[in-house]
């Protein structure tokens, strides 16, 4: 496995050759992915995806800017909805990260590529399926199940999942999480490439989002009285049994 990053039809700067080296695995003038560009990446690549999706649910019946009150679509049009959005990225993902195209857009802006460790030989699309499907996005498709503790349990597991996915990226001296090992790839950027504005966003996103989730609790248990009384919550109880009815 050990190698070069030399692969012919690579983008130059996989090619480059000024004088940094971080890794024996890696050739001058590239390093392992910094974890917040790869969180942002995703972040972005997520954004995309679920545009795609939201534009092309009404052809399926499931128009979410016209529901209203007492008047859900068929839940026949929920679940070929959410399957047809893990389509969606799964095709998205698989798509950049094989054929020599090596990277998402989202990856794109932050610099930042996907290749088979460590000869950065580009994904084949079995490699890009299983880097996907490592990433537990198919863990979505049991809340098109009609049972409410299969979406709580997809959204526990998902959360727990990309949990590990994170903790083994920060320990890998290589930055692989188990996704990438599952699939035989690893992610670099250029030596040169600047990672500090992309994790100065993530801070920001953290120093500001934990204020915003403490007011939020806060201001949910002053008027949780009022709330109890609200008409917003007896539509909020019907739209989840119209999801998930048992």
């Known amino acids: 496995m050990r190698g070069r990053l030399n692969a012919p039809d690579a983008p130059n700067y996989w090619q480059t050759t000024p004088p940094i080296r971080s890794s024996p695995l890696l050739p ?3 390093i392992f992915s910094d974890t917040p560009s790869r969180i942002w990446a995703l972040w972005l690549d997520g954004f995309v995806v679920g545009t795609i999706s939201l534009v092309v649910s009404p052809l399926v019946g499931l128009d979410y800017m016209s529901m209203s009150y007492g008047n859900f679509p068929d839940r026949i049009a929920y679940v070929i909805a959410t399957l047809f959005a893990f389509l969606v990225g ?3 993902f698989v798509w950049f990260w094989s054929g020599g195209r ?3 857009p989202g ?3 932050f610099r930042i590529q996907v290749a088979t460790a460590f000869d950065g030989r580009p994904l084949t699309s079995g490699q890009a399926l299983r880097r996907y499907l490592g990433l537990g ?4 498709v049991l809340m098109v199940l009609p049972y409410v503790s299969a ?3 997809a959204v526990v597991a998902m959360t727990l999942w990309y949990l590990v996915l994170l903790i083994s990226t920060l320990v890998s001296p290589t930055k692989q999480g188990i996704h990438d090992w599952f699939a035989g790839s690893a992610v670099v ?3 040169r490439a600047g990672t500090g504005w992309s994790a100065g966003c993530l801070g920001l996103v953290l120093l500001l989002g934990v204020p915003y989730a ?3 609790v806060w201001t949910l248990t002053l008027s949780s009285e009022y709330m109890l009384e609200s008409p917003s919550i007896q539509v909020l109880g019907d739209y989840i049994r119209w999801l998930w009815p048992s």
């Open 137 to 140: 996005q198919w863990v979505t």
């Open 90 to 92: 799964m095709v998205y």
């Open 28 to 30: 001058q003038g590239l």
């Open 107 to 109: 990856q794109r802006v």
């Open 151 to 153: 979406a709580i349990f």
């Open 214 to 216: 403490a007011l939020t």
């Open 102 to 104: 090596r990277a998402t």
């Open 189 to 191: 950027r250029p030596a």
